[in-house]
Structure formats: C-alpha cells, structure tokens
C-alpha cells in the first residue's frame, strides 16, 4: 500500500525552526531519490530539496544554507530541517520521490508551515 505521511509543521515566526518528517511506504522510499516539495497558494508546486538513496543532496536557491535534508532507510522516513524561516517559506510540505507527478502519483495530505510574526 502506498503511503506517504508528513507531520512537523506549524506557524513559527520568522527566524524560527521546523523540522518536519515523513514516513514512507518502501515502496516508494527504497531506491529512489526522495525530495521536499512545497505549494504556497496560488502557486505551483515545486521541489525545495531532495536527496538520492545514497546521501546526495540538492537544494533550491531560495532554501540553500537554511534547509537541511536527510534519510533514515531503516525507517523509510525522510526529514526536513529548516532554519531561519522567511514569511515567503509559507507552504504546504509534501515529501514524494523525485519525478512525481500530480497526475499519475499518489500525494500525502502535506503539513503546513505558517512563518508569521
């Protein structure tokens, strides 16, 4: 069964820290590259960080140096370490494999990150 389940999120004022976390089916952990994506309203959804099954990580511009992705195999989790939180990193969270789609893949219900004073 497909599973994706994400959690940590909250309103947090600017400069403030998060770390969200989500636990994954192996199906769709194992072996694959797995990202952060985020959707603030009104905007599309895009990928923030992602990290491959062997430890490589990649970031956008706007997170680089605040946000800190890591895995745990064991547990087919994956968390999000954020930092220095900007009003503008105000989204729902979805963590998926790298590639998903909206169309054709299976989404969790997200967390939402609220960075408001």
């Known amino acids: 069964q497909v599973q994706l389940v994400e959690s940590g999120g909250g309103l947090v004022q600017p400069g403030g820290s998060l770390r969200l976390s989500c636990a994954a089916s192996?199906?769709?952990?194992?072996?694959?590259?797995m990202g952060w994506y985020r959707q603030a309203p009104g905007k599309q959804r895009e990928l923030v960080a992602f990290?491959?099954?062997?430890?490589?990580?990649n970031y956008a511009g706007s997170v680089k140096g605040r946000f800190t992705i890591s895995r745990a195999n064991a547990k087919n989790t994956v968390y999000l370490q954020m930092n220095s939180l900007k009003p503008e990193d105000t989204a729902v969270y979805y963590c998926?494999?790298?590639?998903?789609?909206?169309?054709?893949?299976?989404w969790g219900q997200g967390t939402q990150v609220t960075v408001s004073s």
């Open positions: 192996g199906s769709i952990f194992s072996s694959n590259a």
């Open positions: 990290i491959t099954s062997g430890g490589s990580t």
């Open positions: 998926n494999r790298v590639g998903a789609t909206m169309m054709y893949d299976y």
